[in-house]
T-cell receptor, first 111, second 114 residues
Framework: NAGVTQTPKFRVLKTGQSMTLLCAQD?????MYWYRQDPGMGLRLIHY???????AKGEVPDGYNVSRLKKQNFLLGLESAAPSQTSVYFC??????????FGQGTRLTVV | AQSVTQPDIHITVSEGASLELRCNYS??????LFWYVQSPGQGLQLLLK??????LVQGIKGFEAEFKRSQSSFNLRKPSVHWSDAAEYFC????????????FGTGTRLLVSP
């Protein structure tokens, strides 16, 4: 049982480049989330999805886009990476209002 | 606005000593409450959660937490800390309905001295 899997685990981008982070869950959860973690700031919600084909903005959505074409996958895109997007990104999923399960994270550095 | 405060950025505890990590929240109603632990380079693992009922909840790895409505607090405790408990601990709150759009505290880093 893999739970929540994030791809890739590490990435270095140059300013202006684009990339997509993939999150896959095998728990048949309706809800999925993308957070970013920065020192001293905890985790902040970027975007979330309450079901296949639906997405919504979280606390810090600027510079990111998301898509949920399949229930098990939630993609986070950076169209034009900026150094301020250097962070650790976590995907999570949940069944209703119960606890969220987190992936192992993607460490992204934008130079 | 919803918020979670973890007033201690770092805490150092001797191995074998007791531990208490503080968490206070601001929320419109009583939320669901969680404590997560993050080891270096790892994701977040759920330690325990409070949904309803007994205000003292037991979690994994010997941790417990007590919900105090009057103080809007959900402090994490462990009677005897082990070196392997060194990690960062996050308190989080979530809504009781719908889905889990969690609000996290800024975390407390626990250091364990020999």
């Amino acid at each position: 049982n893999a739970g929540v899997t994030q791809t890739p685990k590490f990435r270095v981008l140059k300013t202006g480049q684009s990339m997509t982070l993939l999150c896959a869950q095998d728990m048949n959860h309706e809800y999925m989330y993308w957070y970013r973690q920065d020192p001293g700031m905890g985790l902040r919600l970027i975007h979330y999805s309450v079901g296949e084909g639906t997405t919504a903005k979280g606390e810090v959505p600027d510079g990111y886009n998301v898509s949920r074409l399949k229930k098990q996958n939630f993609l986070l895109g950076l169209e034009s990476a900026a150094p301020s997007q250097t962070s650790v990104y976590f995907c999570a999923s949940s069944y209703g209002a119960r606890e969220a399960f987190f992936g192992q994270g993607t460490r992204l550095t934008v130079v | 606005a919803q918020s979670v405060t973890q007033p201690d950025i770092h805490i150092t505890v001797s191995e074998g000593a007791s531990l208490e990590l503080r968490c206070n929240y601001s929320y419109g109603a009583t939320p669901y409450l969680f404590w997560y632990v993050q080891s270096p380079g790892q994701g977040l693992q759920l330690l325990l959660k409070y949904f309803s009922g007994d205000t003292l909840v037991q979690g994994i790895k010997g941790f417990e937490a007590e919900f105090k409505r009057s103080q809007s607090s959900f402090n994490l405790r462990k009677p005897s800390v082990h070196w392997s408990d060194a990690a960062e601990y996050f308190c989080a709150v979530g809504a009781r309905t719908g889905f889990q759009k969690l609000v996290f505290g800024t975390g407390t880093r626990l250091l364990v001295s020999p």
